[in-house]
């Protein structure tokens, strides 16, 4: 579920990485719905935060099968206030690199 990424994201970043990332192909699977990923980590990253005093990241992957999707997908990290969004070109695929 996405609250359990999350708290795998959680536990890396308290744990002592500084960075941590989404794999390729997770987008929005029926398990995993992307904007329940991205509010989840959003809160894993900054909790980890505050909680270290460091400053930590992760690649929050925005692939989806249009520009216009990915683009609001972006947005909304953006608002999060998520330091990066990540996009897998092959993952994508032409159609999506394309639309």
């Known amino acids: 579920s996405a609250k359990n990424y999350g708290r795998a994201v959680y536990e890396c970043l308290r744990?002592?990485?500084d960075f941590t990332k989404?794999?390729?192909?997770v987008n929005s699977q029926p398990?995993?719905?992307w904007r329940d990923r991205f509010l989840f980590v959003a809160e894993?990253?900054?909790?980890s935060q505050a909680e270290t005093?460091?400053?930590k990241g992760h690649y929050l992957n925005a692939t989806a099968g249009t520009c216009?999707?990915?683009?609001?997908r972006a947005v909304f990290a953006r608002e999060l206030g998520a330091?990066?969004?990540m996009h897998d070109y092959l993952t994508g695929g032409f159609t999506a690199n394309t639309s």
């Open 15 to 17: 744990g002592g990485l």
């Open 53 to 55: 005093g460091e400053i």
């Open 83 to 85: 330091p990066i969004v």
């Open 68 to 72: 216009e999707e990915m683009l609001k």
């Open 44 to 47: 894993a990253l900054f909790k």
């Open 31 to 33: 398990f995993m719905r």
């Open 22 to 25: 989404d794999d390729e192909n």
